[in-house]
């Protein structure tokens, strides 16, 4: 685990966020890489945010790789990219909200990608947004939504496996997933 991450982990009350990173150019991949990249892709994902912070302090992330760990306790993991402008928050706060989407929140997924640029809480315009238990920003028409606050976070690679106590959820019934394969969002269709 890098420093930064282990001193954030220590002190959950007296992490001071260090000043983003410049941006790095991206590594060249290996054939095995890409390779790689090109099978995990035929593999579909529900899409979801991640969503952190207050006010003027909120951001979030868009993410296909979250998955449950446990049912007793229940809790949730997700990987983050360490380089991703969400980490300083998410490590600082310790709370964060899971969004499952739904189809008709494409727009939603691309602003927490950052698709025109938009950074912070301009991701959060255009939808409707509550708070269940710990604060975190909750999408309410989400398909699901769960309500975490920070477990542990291991640091493996490129990316952060960030770990989640699952303190509240919430479903929206008969309603289907945004879907991401190939390199595009997809519905459900039978």
Known sequence: MNAHVAAALSQPTQVTPAPAPAPSPAPELSAASLAFRSAMRK?????SVL?????????????????????????????????????VPLLKERAFAINV?????????????????LKGPARYDGADWTRLSTGAP???????????????????????IVIGRVVASRIT???EPLLYWAGSYRGLSF
Do not use: M, W, Y
């Open 43 to 47: 593999l579909a994902g529900a899409v």
């Open 51 to 87: 969503t952190v912070g207050q006010g003027d302090e909120r951001t979030g992330l868009t993410a296909t790789s979250v998955t449950s760990l446990s049912v007793e306790p229940p809790t949730l993991l997700i990987c983050v990219n360490r380089a991703t402008s969400s980490v």
């Open 101 to 117: 989407l739904r189809p008709h929140h494409e727009p939603v997924a691309d602003r927490f990608a950052g698709k025109g640029g």
């Open 138 to 160: 909750v999408l309410a028409d989400a398909l699901a939504a769960f309500d975490c606050e920070l477990e542990d976070v291991i640091e493996r690679h490129s990316h952060l």
């Open 173 to 175: 019934e008969s309603a």
